[in-house]
C-alpha cells in the first residue's frame, strides 16, 4: 500500500476486542496486517462522484 499512501490502515480481525475492551487497550490493534490482506486495483473514475453507487465501482478498470 505504500505506493499509494505513506500510512496503513488497522484492519480488524471479527474476533478481535475493541479499544477498551478487557482492558487490553489499542496496543493489540497498532500492529500491521499480513501483506496479502489488502489488494488494490485501478478504479473507474466514476467512484469520484457522490452520486455513484453500485458493486460495479469496485470492480478493476482497465
Do not use: C, F
Not at 10 to 18: A, F
Not at 20 to 37: I, M, N, V, Y
Request: aromatic share 4%.
Amino acid at each position: 500500500m505504500s505506493t499509494i499512501h505513506h500510512r496503513m490502515p488497522v484492519v480488524l480481525e471479527p474476533q478481535w476486542l475493541w479499544l477498551g475492551e478487557e482492558d487490553k487497550g489499542a496496543a493489540r490493534l497498532r500492529q500491521p496486517a499480513p501483506e496479502d490482506t489488502l489488494q488494490m486495483h485501478r478504479l473507474n473514475t466514476a467512484v469520484n462522484s457522490n452520486r455513484a453507487a453500485g458493486p460495479e465501482l469496485i470492480a478493476p478498470y482497465d
